[in-house]
């Protein structure tokens, strides 16, 4: 009989002063510090295997940045590649990870790797004798669908607080809460929470991880020897803000990410004394790699696009004939058109998977929309699943079939065809039976 242990690790791994902050498609360099980025890990052995899933206070990084970490890890603790399992949580206060559009810092880029070899070999080293139990919640009033239906029959995203012109919003967005409890003998208890809206509310200059962090910081204030870890879930169509109220409440800054974060965590505390046990034995880990094509564009639009790019990268937007979100849709499409103008004609996307006994964490490099996580979650073959986004890659947004016949920010900037989240959602099943068989 398989005996099953958890341990936990967690490292500072915020950047140096002066590098890019990604999430916008204007330059930002951090000037300052809100709140130090973090590294938590959970590594899980079942006497045979042994599996880590790592989050990361960080917007997401491209699938060959993750690969290379991936294998760093699994070399230096002695792992497989695919028990390797790292999600981003998306905080746009965290440093840049690419070159795509502002200069990453290749210095952090060498620090980052050795501190999640370091976290890794730290939560392997705690590993101590476990029970799991499991429990669903709702955090409702704090995620909002941000595409809409406008009054003129148009999509638009984020179209503004108050705005008259919106109609209705385009679906619902996911309230649950999702609780794994590990309780280990002699030791801390570990919390994985999971959760899905966009960690965008505090913007600025200075490096923070947003609402996450105050998850974590108020569960393990308020509960006795309990460390957390937050994964955050398909969140590509949702944010923070309510545009039916008015500009003063618009729900934005440091004190709201507070409040996101109480939110989440209070919907924990309701449920925490009342989980339900299940099996936690066989450690499994996956990964199924699916081919999606590209979304290029005639050749007769490169022109354009090639005008957008040049007046948004000389500061000369107002030349632009669009404004707020509808600008940053024209841009980043523009963006997109560029880029894919000489190929590639598909993407490998990596869909992977780790699971214990009942309770399973998928993950879907990059941005997927809300009924991707609801997809993979009714899909699943385990009493509970975990989805997360920008995990083990970070390859743009993917949205469901109708958003592409609608339009929006979203598809108008994927890089994927139509059909790209049906195809993560038969996929991620697939794994998901697949590690369970």
Do not use: W
Not at 155 to 164: A, D, E, M
């Amino acid at each position: 009989m398989s005996i099953f242990k958890a341990g936990f690790a967690r490292l500072d791994i915020t950047p140096p002063l002066g590098v890019n902050i990604s999430g916008y498609y204007n330059q930002r360099i951090a000037d300052g510090i809100l709140d130090n980025l973090y590294a938590s890990a959970v590594a899980v052995n079942d006497g045979t295997n042994t599996a880590v899933a790592l989050s990361l206070d960080i917007i997401g990084m491209p699938k060959n940045k993750m690969d290379a970490y991936r294998k760093l890890i699994a070399e230096k603790n002695s792992l497989s590649f695919e028990a390797v399992f790292i999600a981003c949580t998306h905080t746009h206060t965290g440093p840049v990870m690419d070159n795509r559009l502002f200069a990453e810092d290749l210095e952090y880029n060498a620090y980052l790797g050795r501190k999640l070899c370091d976290v890794v070999s730290l939560a392997i080293a705690d590993l101590k004798p476990a029970t799991v139990s499991i429990g669903h919640s709702k955090a409702p009033g704090i995620s909002f669908v941000r595409r809409f239906r406008m009054k003129d029959g148009k999509i638009q995203t984020n179209p503004g607080v108050g705005n008259p012109n919106i109609l209705e919003p385009i679906g619902t967005p996911d309230e649950t809460v999702q609780l794994v409890r590990i309780h280990r003998e002699n030791a801390e208890e570990i919390l994985l929470v999971n959760f899905q809206v966009h960690p965008d509310v505090i913007g600025g200059t200075k490096f923070s991880a947003d609402y996450p962090k105050f998850v974590r910081d108020t569960l393990e204030k308020a509960l006795d020897n309990v460390y957390c870890i937050y994964f955050n879930g398909a969140q590509g169509d949702t944010n923070h803000i309510n545009v039916f109220t008015t500009p003063d409440k618009s729900n934005r800054g440091y004190e709201h990410s507070k409040h996101m974060g109480r939110c989440i965590a209070g919907a924990v505390l309701q449920i925490y004394g009342k989980t339900e046990p299940v099996k936690a034995d066989k450690i499994s880990f996956g990964q199924n790699d699916i081919e999606i094509p590209s979304n290029r564009a005639d050749k007769s639009k490169i022109p354009e696009a090639e005008k957008i790019i040049a007046l948004h990268e000389a500061g000369r937007e107002d030349e632009i004939p669009y404004k707020g979100m509808e600008l940053t849709t024209v841009v980043a499409e523009a963006y997109r058109i560029k880029r894919l103008e000489n190929g590639p004609d598909s993407f490998i996307l990596p869909l992977t998977a780790i699971s214990f006994g009942d309770v399973s964490i998928a993950g879907v490099p990059g941005e997927p929309f809300t009924d991707i996580g609801r997809g993979i979650k009714e899909g699943s073959p385990f009493e509970m699943t975990i989805v997360c986004c920008c995990a083990n890659g970070y390859e743009g947004y993917f949205p469901m079939q109708s958003a592409y016949d609608e339009g929006g920010y979203e598809a108008r900037s994927s890089k994927f065809k139509p059909g790209v989240a049906e195809a993560i959602i038969e996929g991620s099943v697939e794994l998901l039976k697949k590690i369970k068989a």
